[in-house]
C-alpha cells in the first residue's frame, strides 16, 4: 500500500486565515482650513503616546497645540478639524515575515502626529498602503500541533494556534482574537477593535468613536456632522451648525458660526465651521492571500516637523529627529528611505518642490544626528495621498488632506 505524504505545516500556511482591515479612515472634516494655498495643520507633537507595539496599534491624528492668539497652522479665529481616526492594516496581525525585521515599532513611541507600523510593498518592494484581506483556498481542514485551519469552500472558515483564533462567517462577517487584540466585523458596516489601550466602535451609520488611554485621546463623531475632541488641556466642539469651539492652555476660539469668532475675548471674522464628516464604515471579510511586513514606516505629519508652507524644521522638531536618529543607529538598518508627501491643495509643481525639500530636511536631520545609514531622500508631492483630499460631494476635507501631509521613513526588511 502506497502512503501519501502530506506535510501539514504547508497546508496550514497555505490556507491560514488573516482577518484584516484596510487601515480604514474613520474621521471626518470638522473645521475651517488654513486660508492658503498651501493648507498645513499642526499636531501637539510634545505630548507623547504609548508604544505603538508592532500592528496591534489603531492611530489618531492629533490636533495643534496654539501658538499666541491663533491655532499652529491657522489663522486667528479658525478651528482645527476633529481629527480622523484609523484601524491599523489588519492583515499583519497574524503573520510572521519569517526574517529579520527592525523592531522599531516598540521602540519608538507613537504620539499625536507620529505614527509607527509594519510596512507593506509590493512586488517590486515598493512601499504601499494596506488592504483588507482574509487567506482561503479552497475547502479543506488540516492541523499540525497546536495549529488547527478550516476551510469550507463557502467562504467561511477557521483558524486557531492556542494564541490566535480567528473565525470568518462567511457573510462578511467574523472575528479576531488573540489574548490582546480583539476585533469584530459585523458585515454590516459596523465593528469592533480593542487591545490593551484603545478602543474604537464603528456604527455603521456614519458615527463612532476612538478612545486611547494611552494618550489620554478621545474622539466622538455623531454622523450629524457635530462631534468632539479632547486630549490633555486640548478640546474641540463641532456642534454640526457652523458653530464651535477650541481650547487649550494658551488660547480660547468660540466660532458663533455666522462669520465671526471671539478668541480670548476679541472679535475676529471667521468662516463657520464645516461639519464633522460621518465615519467611514467597517470593512467586511473577504478571501484573499495574507500578505507580510516588508519593515518598519514611521509616519510624521508636517505640522510635528514644520512650519506653515516651509520647509524649514521647526525647532521643536529637534527633540523628534533626535530621538528618531538614535534609534536609527542602534537597529542597524544599512538603508532607510525618507519620502516627503503633500495634499492636492496647490499646483502639483508647487507640491512636488515641497515635498522634496521636506524629505531633505529630515534627511540631512539625520544624518546630522549620526545616522550612517544610506538614506534617500524623495518627494512624491500629492501623488499618493492615503485619505481623500475632498469629501464625496466635492467638498473639501481638511482631516484628509492633513494626512496626506506628512514625511515617512520607510525602513526595509533586512
Not at 118 to 130: E, H, I, K, Q, Y
Not at 317 to 345: F, R, Y
Amino acid at each position: 500500500m502506497t502512503k501519501a505524504l502530506i506535510s501539514l505545516p504547508s497546508l496550514a500556511l497555505v490556507t491560514a486565515l488573516a482577518l484584516s482591515g484596510c487601515s480604514l479612515t474613520i474621521g471626518g472634516d470638522s473645521s475651517s482650513q488654513p486660508q492658503s494655498q498651501e493648507a498645513q495643520t499642526s499636531s501637539d507633537s510634545g505630548s507623547a503616546a504609548g508604544s505603538a507595539k508592532g500592528t496591534s496599534s489603531a492611530r489618531a491624528t492629533g490636533t495643534a497645540a496654539a501658538t499666541g492668539k491663533a491655532v499652529a497652522g491657522y489663522e486667528p479665529g479658525q478651528i482645527p478639524p476633529i481629527p480622523m481616526f484609523e484601524l491599523p492594516d489588519l492583515s499583519l496581525l497574524t503573520q510572521s515575515t519569517g526574517a529579520f525585521t527592525p523592531d522599531l515599532t516598540r521602540t519608538i513611541t507613537s504620539q499625536p502626529g507620529v505614527t509607527v507600523r509594519p510596512a507593506r510593498c509590493d512586488a517590486s518592494g515598493s512601499l504601499v498602503s494596506g488592504s483588507t484581506v482574509l487567506g482561503g483556498d479552497g475547502s479543506m481542514s488540516t492541523s499540525s500541533g497546536a495549529t488547527s485551519v478550516t476551510n469550507n469552500g463557502d467562504g467561511s472558515g477557521t483558524y486557531s494556534d492556542g494564541k490566535v483564533s480567528i473565525v470568518n462567517n462567511g457573510d462578511g462577517s467574523g472575528t479576531y482574537s488573540d489574548g490582546k487584540v480583539s476585533i469584530v466585523v459585523n458585515g454590516d458596516g459596523s465593528g469592533t477593535y480593542s487591545d490593551d489601550h484603545l478602543s474604537v466602535v464603528v456604527n455603521g451609520d456614519g458615527s463612532g468613536t476612538y478612545t486611547d488611554s494611552a494618550t489620554g485621546e478621545s474622539i466622538v463623531i455623531n454622523g450629524d456632522g457635530s462631534g468632539t475632541y479632547s486630549h490633555g488641556k486640548i478640546s474641540i466642539v463641532n456642534n454640526g451648525d457652523g458653530s464651535g469651539t477650541y481650547s487649550d492652555d494658551k488660547v480660547s476660539i468660540v466660532n458663533d458660526g455666522t462669520g465671526s469668532a471671539t478668541v480670548d475675548g476679541a472679535t475676529v471674522s471667521a468662516k463657520p465651521v464645516p461639519k464633522a464628516g460621518k465615519v467611514g464604515t467597517f470593512p467586511s471579510i473577504d478571501a484573499a492571500k495574507p500578505v507580510q511586513s516588508c519593515g518598519t514606516v514611521i509616519t510624521l505629519e508636517d505640522s510635528v516637523l514644520f512650519d506653515f508652507g516651509s520647509s524649514g524644521l521647526r525647532s521643536e522638531a529637534s527633540t523628534t529627529l533626535s530621538n528618531l536618529a538614535t534609534v536609527l543607529k542602534d537597529s542597524k538598518a544599512p538603508k532607510v528611505q525618507v519620502q516627503g508627501h503633500t495634499d492636492s491643495i496647490s499646483d502639483d509643481a508647487s507640491n512636488q518642490t515641497l515635498s522634496e525639500q521636506r524629505a531633505k530636511a529630515v534627511t540631512d536631520a539625520l544624518t546630522s544626528n549620526g545616522v550612517t545609514a544610506t538614506i534617500e531622500s524623495v518627494g512624491y508631492g500629492e501623488t499618493r495621498p492615503v485619505a481623500p483630499n475632498e469629501n464625496s460631494d466635492g467638498s473639501d476635507n481638511p482631516a484628509g488632506r492633513r494626512l496626506n501631509r506628512r514625511v515617512e521613513i520607510f525602513v526595509p526588511t533586512f
